[in-house]
């Protein structure tokens, strides 16, 4: 519904997956990211879904059903950039959606530039330490909330059960929606600058992508041109 208002970028560093992306006509960047330019180890696994730049936690994975998809059938070092590095103005970036099996919040730390234009993230945040020393779910929001955004939901649930995988027992693994604060947005609200304009329009499109109809309420009741 919201196609024609949407300019997607896919950041892929599988070569095979980014050419994929490219044939289809999608606007697509080939690299890695991290919180600095550097070598990274990225381990590819049994289920390829579940690799990821951390090492599985095995003796926490092992508790539950089926966790040999974690099991790792190749290391191979890539080179990685942040996202302040290829996002620009002629790519600029203003919702993302992250999904990198931990790597997250060393992206999300790569990109003061981007996350000082953005409206929002859709970002998936472990609760359990799925992987040895990755970040988790307080790091994350925390990061966020000091960046004047606000956890507004979870999205989807990654539930694990002892004996059997059924998206069912205990949460794992979460979709949460983080968005600017309301308020944040209206108390910055200039509408004789163009750009800020913009970005009072890229905000309400999101909201309503998300059917967050309290916050449009609030953001047309709140409302007070300058």
């Known amino acids: 519904n919201f196609i024609e208002v949407l300019n997607p970028i896919f950041i892929e560093p599988d070569t095979s997956a980014f050419s994929q992306l490219e044939e289809k006509g999608y606007n697509a960047i080939n690299c890695a990211l991290w919180s600095e330019e550097k070598e990274k180890t990225f381990r590819i696994t049994k289920n390829q879904q579940t690799s990821s730049i951390y090492a599985p936690n095995y003796e926490f994975l092992n508790k539950y059903k089926d966790s040999e998809r974690f099991d790792i059938k190749e290391e191979v070092k890539i080179n990685c950039t942040t996202l302040d590095n290829i996002i620009d103005k002629t790519n600029e970036v203003f919702f993302m959606k992250l999904d990198t099996e931990g790597s997250e919040y060393e992206i999300l730390k790569g990109g003061n530039n981007v996350i ?45 059960e002892r004996d059997i995988y059924r998206n069912f027992g205990e949460i794992m693994l979460v979709d949460a929606l983080y968005l600017r604060r309301p308020e944040y947005i209206l108390d910055n609200l200039d509408l004789s600058n163009e750009e800020n304009y913009a970005n009072l329009i890229r905000y309400i499109i999101i909201l309503a992508m998300y059917k967050r109809l309290d916050l449009l309420k609030y953001m047309k009741k709140n409302f007070e041109p300058k």
Do not use: C, M, T
Not at 123 to 150: H, T
């Open 116 to 160: 000082s234009n953005a409206v929002g993230f859709e970002i998936e945040i472990a609760f359990k330490e799925l992987r040895l020393n990755q970040p988790l779910f307080y790091e994350v929001n925390q990061f966020l909330e000091s960046n004047n955004f606000i956890l507004i939901d979870f999205l989807n649930f990654n539930k694990w």
